[in-house]
Structure formats: C-alpha cells, structure tokens
C-alpha cells in the first residue's frame, strides 16, 4: 500500500500569505494519479485538484498543484479567509489513500 | 445534480455486522465509468477508503479490510449497500458514501461527488 505522508502538520498563516503544503509518497506515484481535498468542519472533503495539477470545476485559480514521482506540493498563492481548512492529498489508480492531512490555521 | 445519502444504524455493539446504504440521484450505476463506494473518517483522523463497485460489478476493497467488507448493488437501482463485520470500538467513525467515475478500466477514481455522512459508534 502506497502511504501518504503530508508535511507540516499545522501551518499558521494570515489571509494574503502563501501557502505550500507537501505530500510525499511512500512509492512513486504513476500516471500522476494524485488529488488534493479541502475539507471544513462538518462537511465532506472537497475535491480541488487531481491528476496533481488539474482543478476541479469551480476551484479559484489560486490553488495549484505541481510535483511527480513521490514529491507532491499544493500551493495556495493568496490565503482567503475561506482557504483555512484542513487539506488532504489521495492516490488512486489501483488502489485510493489518503494522507495525513494538513490544518492550515489563521495566524 | 447529483446527491448521495447514507443511511443506516447510528450506533452497534462490538462483533455485530454493520450495514449502510447508500440512496443516490442524478446519475445511474448502469452508465459506464460510474462507481459507488464507501469512505470513513475517524473523529479528527483522515479518511480510508473502504470499498466501491462500478457499474459492470467490479468490486474493489481496502486490502487490510478485505475480509469484513461486502459491497453490493441495492435491490433498487438507486441503491448500494455495505456491510462490514465484526464491529469493533476502534470502526468508530463518519461513514460517507461517494461517487466515482473512471473512464478508464480497472482502475480507480479520485471521489467526485460525496455524501453528508453518517456517524456510526461503536459500543457495548
């Protein structure tokens, strides 16, 4: 099984800075099978990304994901005050896990 | 649009079988590349994906959990249904039920559209 291994745990940061959450897998990731979700408190995760850099309908274009092989990065280029969440990255393709998660919290 | 819904036990003592189902709208299992599946999340843990079967009755499991896990198509059309055994207080957690839609074969999707979810607790 293809562990995820997101990095930080907790990031702090004010609306406006830049965020940049990493997730490394234990094994290389093929066909770039690797998404990012947002999730809130009492809600479903949310997909944002997949196939590491393409948005979902609906995601603003200040999300971003770039990485391959077992280095992946979710990048957030202007924090809104909406964007503080805890994130999660997932592989799929022959089998679906998830990482760790990070919380990114008001500073 | 596309909705899904969890329902089942909110609450089941340890070694009893669990069983959720999940009623869905806006698309069909009978469509190709469509999947449901079943993901949990512990109280303030990440999610684990849990099962899923698609249209053409490919079932897929979390090999850890292989053994306890049945997933089926319900006897409506609009329905799909997961059973897990030998329930322990350690399966506590939000089980949601997802969408998931490959359009290439045998190999699994990320989660397109997802449940409310259901909190299941397990104990004595």
């Known amino acids: 099984e293809t562990v995820l291994t997101q990095s930080p745990g907790t990031l702090f940061l004010s609306p406006g800075e830049r965020a940049t959450l990493s997730c490394r897998a234990s094994?290389?990731?093929?066909?770039?099978?690797l998404a990012w979700y947002q999730q809130k408190p009492g809600q479903p995760p949310r997909r944002l990304m997949y196939?590491?850099?393409i948005r979902s309908a609906g995601v603003p274009a200040r999300f971003s994901g770039s990485g391959s092989g077992t280095d992946f990065t979710l990048t957030i280029s202007s924090l809104e005050p909406e964007d503080f969440a805890v994130y999660y990255c997932?592989?799929?393709?022959?089998?679906?896990?998830f990482g760790g998660g990070t919380k990114v919290e008001i500073k | 649009q596309i909705t899904l819904k969890e329902s089942g036990p909110t609450l089941v003592k340890p070694t009893q079988t669990l069983t959720l189902t999940c009623t869905f709208s806006?698309?069909?299992?009978?469509?190709?590349?469509?999947?449901v599946g079943w993901i949990r999340q512990p109280p303030g843990k990440a999610p684990e994906w849990l099962a899923l079967?698609?249209?053409?009755?490919?079932?897929r499991y979390r090999p850890s959990l292989r053994s306890r896990l049945t997933i089926t198509k319900g006897a409506s059309e609009d329905q799909v249904v997961l059973s897990m055994t030998n329930m322990d207080p350690v399966d506590t957690a939000t089980y949601y039920c997802?969408?998931?839609?490959?359009?290439?074969?045998?190999?699994?999707?990320?989660?397109?559209?997802w449940g409310q979810g259901t909190l299941v607790t397990v104990s004595s």
């Open positions: 997802a969408r998931f839609f490959s359009s290439i074969p045998n190999t699994i999707s990320t989660v397109a559209n």
């Open positions: 806006g698309f069909s299992l009978n469509t190709p590349g469509e999947g």
């Open positions: 079967i698609y249209w053409v009755d490919d079932e």
């Open positions: 094994q290389s990731i093929s066909n770039n099978y």
């Open positions: 196939d590491v850099s």
């Open positions: 997932q592989q799929y393709g022959r089998s679906l896990t």
